[in-house]
């Protein structure tokens, strides 16, 4: 398999994770695999499994790692992520994950893990702000609504606060993702692979230094 495009984004919560992965899976025509978007669809089709999620989501609370990795494993299996490769969103949150994930690609291991830098008070900001589509999952936020009155540009369902967007929640989140999250970065440096991006200035700013980051790693993995 030709290394290049097999990423992990890292970044607290709304650092703007989602959108900037959905860009990156259309650039380099690869999946994204997005550990919450799942667990969401999960939560929307009433699922007992959605149903248990939903109780950690909604509190904030990281889903179990077992759960998580036996989903991510099962994703990663299919055989779509093993032509160009592959976009993890969210996923690994934990070291444990992250040494699990390490296992399962084994030889194929991930090229490159992506930190996207955010200050703690913008990311406040940007949460309370955040909406997003009932429906699909598409993210707006209040400074970015959709065209007619909160209803879905994509596909005309209603755009609403997401419901683990609470004060309680996103404060219980942030602190996970120090406790948990952000030695990953550490971990990831200390295996050669981390690339530090500043998340600050347009959506489209941040493409293009995520874009170059990326194409500088697969010039350097083809040199080899
Ligand atoms: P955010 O957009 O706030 O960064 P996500 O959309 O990635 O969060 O995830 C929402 C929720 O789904 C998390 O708060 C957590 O409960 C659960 N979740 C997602 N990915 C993971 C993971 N890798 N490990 C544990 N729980 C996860
Ligand atoms: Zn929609």
Request: aromatic share 6%; glycine share 8%; proline share 4%.
């Amino acid at each position: 398999m030709v290394p290049g495009v097999r990423l992990v984004i890292l970044g607290k919560q709304g650092a703007g994770k989602g959108t900037q992965c959905v860009r990156l899976a259309r650039h380099y025509v690869v999946p994204h695999i997005s550990t919450g978007d799942m667990f969401r669809a999960a939560v929307r089709m009433g699922t007992e499994f959605g149903m248990r999620a939903r109780e950690y989501m909604d509190a904030g609370e990281l889903i179990p790692d077992e759960v998580v990795i036996g989903v991510v494993k099962e994703r990663l299996e299919q055989d779509d992520t093993k032509v160009r490769g592959f976009i993890l969103d969210g996923f690994p949150r934990t070291s444990n994950q992250a040494e699990q994930l390490a296992a399962i690609l084994g030889p194929n291991d991930v090229d490159l893990a992506i930190d996207i830098e955010v200050p703690m008070d913008v990311v406040l900001k940007r949460l309370a702000g955040r909406r997003v589509c009932s429906t699909c999952g598409t993210n707006f936020s209040t400074a970015t609504p959709p065209k007619y009155d909160w209803t879905c540009d994509v596909c005309g369902g209603e755009v609403v606060q997401r419901e683990d967007d609470t004060v309680d929640a996103i404060k219980r989140r942030l602190v996970l993702y120090e406790e948990q999250t952000e030695p990953l970065i550490t971990w990831y440096l200390e295996r050669d692979k981390l690339v530090s991006i500043d998340g600050m200035g347009t959506p489209d700013d941040v493409t293009q230094r995520l874009v170059r980051a990326i194409d500088r790693r697969r010039d350097a993995l083809r040199g080899r």
